[in-house]
T-cell receptor
Framework: GEDVEQSLFLSVREGDSSVINCTYT??????LYWYKQEPGAGLQLLTY?????DMKQDQRLTVLLNKKDKHLSLRIADTQTGDSAIYFC????????????FGKGTHLIIQP | DAGVIQSPRHEVTEMGQEVTLRCKPI?????LFWYRQTMMRGLELLIY????????DSGMPEDRFSAKMPNASFSTLKIQPSEPRDSAVYFC?????????FGPGTRLTVL
């Protein structure tokens, strides 16, 4: 199966919270990342979490990590139209110096 | 800081031609990565360098692909000869302590 799995689409109403989920398979992953990609653009690093952490919060973004279940989530509070993009989960297995393994991305669709 | 710089931003070429993509990493970063993004396969790691030395090139699809990093501020990815299935967006990224920052990408179209 895939190393990193994500749902393809998520639709939320403007102002609600968005929760994007990701599962990974390699328990040796040391860093886990969330990237945002807008149409025709590159990948913007939103946040990342080290594997010895359970949670990280940065303004509207909250990352939760459940190492036992190999589950990572990204919560976006007060979702705005500007949050419409593809969100990629990625894992790094080599202590931060290796290449990343990406999921296929979740398309976040904002309803007015 | 200007971020990771890639050139060209767009490249259209004909099958069989040589293509060279260029990347300037963020100053002070010691790791550089080349990725490819396609609709079918998503984002794939092609090769990465630590301190200018290639560490893992297992993602390079074929011998037609080669990458170099002659110094800490410059890297190239070359495809010779190019084929239509090489059409994709090629990203370069750099890092120092685990955070990987991506360039804007080069959109390659091989006719």
């Amino acid at each position: 199966g895939e190393d990193v799995e994500q749902s393809l689409f998520l639709s939320v109403r403007e102002g609600d919270s968005s929760v994007i989920n990701c599962t990974y398979t390699d328990s040796s992953s040391t860093y886990l990342y969330w990237y945002k990609q807008e149409p025709g653009a590159g990948l913007q690093l939103l946040t990342y979490i080290f594997s010895n952490m359970d949670m990280k919060q940065d303004q509207r973004l909250t990352v939760l990590l459940n190492k036992k279940d190999k589950h990572l989530s990204l919560r976006i509070a007060d979702t705005q139209t500007g949050d419409s993009a593809i969100y990629f989960c990625a894992e790094n297995r080599g202590g931060g110096a290796d290449g990343l393994t990406f999921g296929k991305g979740t398309h976040l669709i904002i309803q007015p | 800081d200007a971020g990771v710089i890639q050139s060209p931003r767009h490249e259209v070429t004909e099958m069989g031609q040589e293509v060279t993509l260029r990347c300037k990493p963020i100053s002070g970063h010691n790791s550089l990565f080349w990725y490819r993004q396609t609709m079918m396969r998503g984002l794939e790691l092609l090769i990465y360098f630590n301190n200018n030395v290639p560490i893992d090139d297992s993602g390079m699809p074929e011998d037609r692909f080669s990458a170099k990093m002659p110094n800490a501020s410059f890297s190239t990815l070359k495809i010779q000869p190019s084929e239509p299935r090489d059409s994709a967006v090629y990203f370069c990224a750099s890092s120092l302590l685990g955070e990987q920052f991506f360039g804007p990408g080069t959109r390659l179209t091989v006719l």
